[in-house]
């Protein structure tokens, strides 16, 4: 019974330090995520202050010219160009919330697995501690035959029920001929 105790308590130590092993791994994941929104945001940023100085050179080299940067065909090329600098933020900012994510799955599936490990130690430390207790109870059911053979061996109970032909109880027989 010991050693399948002590086999039981060495389960759920192991399932322990898988367990914990992973919650690492999943927190490492989520910082993973946090230091990817941070570096997404901050891309973002930085693309759409080189995008607006883009523009703010092309309205000053137009003003330069001598057109009108704010009607005509030089208020549409700034209207489209500013539109397709949005896409472009909004591209980059959606491959970065992609990177995020998959951080983050990736964290929720090693928390899954330490909950497992802990879950599946347990379960087989129950086992083996069962096992040991069936084998315990086997056991003793083992000596007590052995120890209720060598009681009757002593008594002399085979002998006696070779004389009367049959069990005699523990009153023998003379007290069932009195009950009949």
């Known amino acids: 019974m010991q050693a399948a105790r002590e086999q039981a308590n060495a389960a759920r130590m192991q399932s322990e330090y898988q367990a914990q092993a992973l919650e690492f791994n999943a927190a490492q994941a989520r910082n993973e995520a946090d230091a990817v929104s941070r570096q997404g945001a901050n891309e973002v940023s930085d693309l759409q202050k080189r995008q607006h100085a883009v523009a703010a050179s092309g309205r000053a080299s137009a003003g330069a010219s001598g057109l009108l940067v704010d009607s005509g065909s030089a208020a549409d090329v700034n209207a489209a160009t500013e539109v397709q600098a949005e896409s472009d933020r909004n591209l980059m900012r959606e491959n ?79 007290a069932i001929k009195r009950l009949g």
């Not at 995020?100 to 090693?110: L, M, T």
């Not at 087989?124 to 109870?137: P, Q, T």
């Not at 035959?145 to 032909?165: A, E, F, I, P, Y």
């Open 96 to 174: 970065y919330q992609r990177r995020r994510f998959g951080y983050v799955n990736q964290a929720a599936g090693y928390e899954h697995q330490a909950a497992g490990a802990r879950a599946g130690g347990e379960a087989y430390a129950s086992a083996v501690e069962n096992a040991g207790r069936a084998g315990l109870a086997g056991s003793l059911l083992t000596a007590a035959g052995t120890v209720s053979s060598k009681w009757d061996d002593m008594t002399g109970w085979q002998k006696s029920t070779k004389k009367s032909g049959g069990y005699a109880g523990p009153f023998g027989l003379s």
